[in-house]
């Protein structure tokens, strides 16, 4: 289930989103796009994604030493948000 | 300004961050200070030929640097910066700041050298320890150290980072509280030593309970951008490892070579690092033109009047000075509140690389050093 994300991250996002949508995207084109980031900017960026559920990670085909990222649709990461606000508030 | 007492005020349950409370002769104000060091308090002689304000600032440090030529310390500016401070109600510290080299190879013999140097020209007496001194053997020394001070003078001692890791926290526990200040010669967080030493220091520095008295910690010497951490400020880094006095390392010309100095003077400022208080870390002008669509290092320059009497690459360093100071002091604003730090620092790009990479990985190992 996603949850919030915080603003540096979300600011990633959305020129992440703008340039691929929801494709398959790796380390280095993520680099290309977050041309403002080094190497561990942008695995802490990868690492808060994927412990907020906003990503899909699999391993590459070609290479398995390799992942393949995915985000995820934006509309069902709100959906998934708004449940678990309503989760809580109703715990 | 002398240092009458320095006391814990708060400390942060999650992030063990404290904060302290210093009382002087003639104030008081909290830790989290970044000093005024060699570079600053040059910008203030400019700026005062031009009778602009020097800097709100109630630390100031000089770090000595070695003069190769004369195989000796450069003791060149030491009188008129104590002046300075002592004119403008500043807490004065000096340090005599070494290559990695003459650090590895330091004596007790230099050290206690340099200590006699400097015995009749400042009130609070550097004494720089070899990395592999033994407590005992501090506090043997210390008593002799001790007894050469005169009653308006105290000891500052100075512990590497990079010291012996079995004595490094015996002596700092024997030492906090008793000394006001004590000195860290500081790097870039890069070895398993220098983490391990900071833990203890943090693990120590937060077991002091409040209304209690502490000493303060002052790192000297560190990089002011650290670039293998996705080029955070050096005192931030520090500041979240019981860093209370923050003074950077000075450069020294005549320990540069001379391509370097020609690539220095040649500098353009789209190669100047610039604080960005929004990303909390350092950037240059064509990542910002590419994030922000606007050269934020340009624009600050722009804003200064020349009537401030800096040029453009002081001005940057100025403006950094400022923002990193105004970044220390929203943690002191949040440990205050009690709100949640580590979620705070989450939301800075800068501070969260930091966290991840550095300070959560070590936070449930400085449980572990509750023996401490």
Redesign the interface.
């Known amino acids: 289930m996603a949850n919030a994300i915080p603003k540096w991250v979300q600011e990633r996002v959305s020129k992440l989103w703008k340039k691929y949508d929801s494709k398959e995207m790796t380390f280095e084109m993520i680099q290309n796009v977050l041309t403002m980031d080094d190497r561990n900017t942008i695995s802490v960026f990868l690492n808060e994604l994927r412990s907020a559920d906003w990503i899909e990670v699999k391993q590459s085909k070609e290479d398995a030493r390799k992942r393949i990222y995915i985000l995820k649709q934006p509309n069902d990461i709100m959906l998934e948000i708004n449940s678990n606000d309503n989760r809580r508030s109703k715990s | 300004m002398t240092i009458e007492e320095v006391k814990v005020e708060a400390v942060d349950e999650n992030s063990r961050f404290v904060l302290k409370k210093i009382k002087t002769d003639v104030g008081e104000f909290y830790n989290r200070r970044v000093a005024i060091s060699n570079f600053m308090f040059n910008c203030e002689q400019d700026k005062m030929l031009y009778n602009r304000p020097i800097f709100n600032a109630p630390v100031q440090t000089h770090h000595i640097n070695w003069d190769f030529l004369s195989n000796g310390w450069d003791y060149n500016g030491l009188t008129t910066a104590k002046e300075h401070a002592e004119k403008n109600n500043r807490v004065f510290l000096i340090y005599h700041q070494r290559s990695d080299k003459q650090m590895n190879e330091l004596k007790l013999k230099d050290s206690v050298r340099d200590f006699n140097d400097v015995l009749d020209s400042v009130n609070d007496v550097p004494f720089q320890l070899p990395l592999e001194m033994s407590l005992d053997k501090w506090k043997e020394v210390k008593g002799k150290l001790m007894s050469c001070l005169k009653p308006n003078q105290n000891l500052v001692p100075i512990i590497s980072s990079r010291h012996n890791t079995a004595s490094f926290p015996l002596i700092v526990k024997e030492e906090i509280g008793k000394s006001k200040v004590i000195g860290i010669n500081s790097y870039e967080i890069s070895t398993p030593v220098e983490i391990t030493n900071l833990s203890f220091l943090t693990a120590i520095n937060s077991k002091i309970k409040i209304n209690q008295e502490t000493s303060l910690f002052i790192n000297f010497g560190y990089s002011r951008i650290i670039r ?4 955070i400020a050096g005192s931030f880094a520090f500041s979240c490892f019981a860093g209370d006095i923050l003074s950077e390392r000075a450069y020294n010309p005549k320990t540069m070579s001379r391509d370097v100095i020609k690539h220095m003077m040649n500098r353009k400022p789209t190669e100047y690092s610039y604080y960005d208080e929004i ?1 909390k870390k350092f ?1 240059k002008s064509l ?2 033109m ?2 922000y669509g606007a050269d934020l290092t340009k624009e600050t320059m722009g804003k200064v009047s020349v009537a401030e009497g800096l040029n453009g690459y002081q001005v940057i360093k100025c403006v950094s000075h400022f923002l990193q100071q105004r970044d220390l002091d929203l943690i002191n604003s949040l440990i205050i509140s009690k709100s949640n730090l580590f979620e705070t620092m ?4 800068g501070w ?2 930091f966290l ?2 550095v300070m959560l990985p070590l936070s449930s190992n400085q449980r572990n050093l509750s023996e401490f």
């Open positions: 293998r951490l996705s080029s990303e950037n990542p910002q590419e994030w989450k939301n800075y790009t969260n690389v991840n990479m």
